[in-house]
């Protein structure tokens, strides 16, 4: 073989070898694998976490459901459509002191906790404080499905490429993906309903307490009321 026929097969070799190289990164790439290194960095910064019927089926059943009370809102996006969401709570930077933590968490709009931490999260012990009842959003994080495809929510965190997830582990994943989709759904359709189920309630509760208090009134106390009623009618 001449030396010419040498330098060309030397550079096949080569140009072979590269394109191999580049065809396994290229499959490493678009390859999806996962393994959560319990960092806790979404937990961190999670911003509004979605709350399906899902999560509300399971902490009835286990009984848990005053714990997420006081961190639920319901929230009609600009799109109208509604979502129940689990509140993040204000960064202490952004409380204003005099402040109590019950008070900021209702005051501050949900555009300024777009990356706060969840409230269920233990920053001390490092650690979820409801991880047995997380909601299913935690449990597909960060792997979305919007009904037609999947996505990446967050392309940093650290357990995307970790080696070791096997065909069942990314079925599951990928189901629950699915899920969180279906459970959106439902309860987006139920929401406005039971919204407006519990204001009327809430409503009739109100009228049923004030009634309560004037059968308890004396009748001076009454007929004050009833003229400072009448006074601001008569103001507007
Ligand atoms: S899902 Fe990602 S960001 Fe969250 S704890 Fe696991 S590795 Fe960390
Ligand atoms: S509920 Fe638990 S797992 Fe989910 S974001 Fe909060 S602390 Fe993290």
């Known amino acids: 073989m001449s030396n010419e026929d040498n330098e060309n097969q030397d550079s096949n070799e080569q140009a072979q070898t590269e394109e191999k190289e580049q065809e396994e990164k290229a499959s490493k790439k678009s390859k999806f694998t996962f393994k959560c290194t319990r960092c806790d960095a979404c937990c961190l910064e999670r911003g509004p976490i979605p709350i399906t019927m899902w999560d509300l089926e399971l902490w009835a ?37 005099e402040k109590s933590p019950e008070e ?94 519990i204001s009327r309630n809430v409503m009739m509760d109100l009228m049923r307490q004030n009634m309560e208090a004037m059968s308890k009134m004396s009748d001076e106390d009454r007929q004050k009321l009833e003229d400072i009623f009448k006074s601001a009618q008569g103001d507007q």
Not at 70 to 85: A, I, K, Q, S, W
Not at 166 to 181: C, I, S, V
């Open 61 to 97: 059943r286990n009984g848990v459901i005053a714990n997420f009370l006081p961190y639920l809102e319901v929230y009609t996006r600009p799109n109208g459509t509604v979502d129940l969401l689990l509140k993040p709570m204000p960064s202490e930077k952004k409380e204003e002191t």
């Open 104 to 197: 900021a968490l209702k005051q501050t709009p949900l555009e300024d906790l777009l990356n706060e931490k969840c409230p269920l999260y233990n920053k001390e012990q490092e650690e979820c404080l409801v991880y047995e009842n997380r909601p299913l959003s935690c449990r597909t994080y960060p792997l979305d499905y919007d009904g037609t495809h999947f996505s990446i929510v967050d392309v940093d965190c650290p357990g995307i490429g970790q080696e070791g997830m096997t065909k069942e582990d990314l079925k599951e994943m990928r189901d629950t993906a699915k899920q969180m989709n279906f459970e959106l759904t439902r309860i987006r359709i139920a929401l406005p309903v039971l919204n407006q189920i």
